[in-house]
Antibody, heavy 123, light 108 residues
Framework: QVTLRESGPALVKPTQTLTLTCTFS??????????VSWIRQPPGKALEWLAL???????YYSTSLKTRLTISKDTSKNQVVLTMTNMDPVDTATYYC???????????????WGQGTLVTVSS | SYVLTQSPSVSVAPGQTARITCGGN??????VHWYQQKPGQAPVMVVY???DRPSGIPERFSGSNSGNTATLTISRVGAGDEADYYC???????????FGGGTKLTVL
């Protein structure tokens, strides 16, 4: 059974750095073809892709947020961590982590999602 | 960067067929995936690779993709299908996941 769960602060202040952890079970990120990604959704708005890390060494970032994002993994703990620097109120959103199973990026789709965690940026 | 365009809303009467479109430049050359998101819930994949259904998704959900438009078709629509629907692709030119802006399906 595949599960993912996001954890992190519910409230951060402007200019602070956000650190979110995705803890997953039911698969290993060291298995060929496995990837974990972060997606966010501001209240009432559309999904926005943030970053992706694969089973090997590759990491991909949204161009618009690349300078602020870092994605990393700890395969021994079954965790993927996303850090986002210089937080702003416009970054208020529900942040999701999701799994991709596929070695061909053309077939990168999210078959399992966490429940999401709402992060509010406010002083 | 690659852009996916969805109509903001679609309305359909119960029992009828809903068609939700996703436009993109030569999207027919890409593999399109669709997600359903109900209020307060995480998205759920309903179609992958243009027209395949994950296990547990009713046959009422189907997809097609050609030219500049991909379509999610939901037949015999019921109140339980009211949700936001998002299309998604992988853009190989930028190595990015791309989502459409979402379509809100309303069952009249």
């Amino acid at each position: 059974q595949v599960t993912l769960r996001e954890s992190g602060p519910a409230l951060v202040k402007p200019t602070q750095t956000l650190t979110l952890t995705c803890t997953f079970s039911g698969f290993s990120l060291s298995t060929s073809g496995m990837c974990v990604s972060w997606i966010r959704q501001p209240p009432g708005k559309a999904l926005e892709w943030l970053a992706l890390i694969d089973w090997d060494v590759d990491k991909y970032y949204s161009t618009s947020l690349k300078t602020r994002l870092t994605i990393s993994k700890d395969t021994s703990k079954n965790q993927v961590v996303l850090t986002m620097t210089n937080m702003d109120p416009v970054d208020t959103a529900t942040y999701y982590c999701a799994r991709i199973q596929g070695s061909n990026p053309r077939m990168y789709y999210f078959d399992y999602w966490g429940q999401g965690t709402l992060v509010t940026v406010s002083s | 960067s690659y852009v996916l365009t969805q109509s903001p809303s679609v309305s359909v009467a119960p029992g009828q067929t809903a068609r939700i479109t996703c436009g993109g430049n030569n999207i027919g050359s890409k593999s399109v995936h669709w997600y359903q998101q109900k209020p307060g819930q995480a998205p759920v994949m309903v179609v992958y690779d243009d027209s395949d259904r994950p296990s547990g998704i009713p046959e009422r959900f189907s997809g097609s993709n050609s030219g500049n438009t991909a379509t999610l078709t939901i037949s015999r629509v019921g109140a339980g299908d009211e949700a936001d629907y998002y299309c998604q692709v992988w853009d190989s030119s930028s190595d990015h996941v791309v989502f459409g802006g979402g379509t809100k399906l309303t069952v009249l």
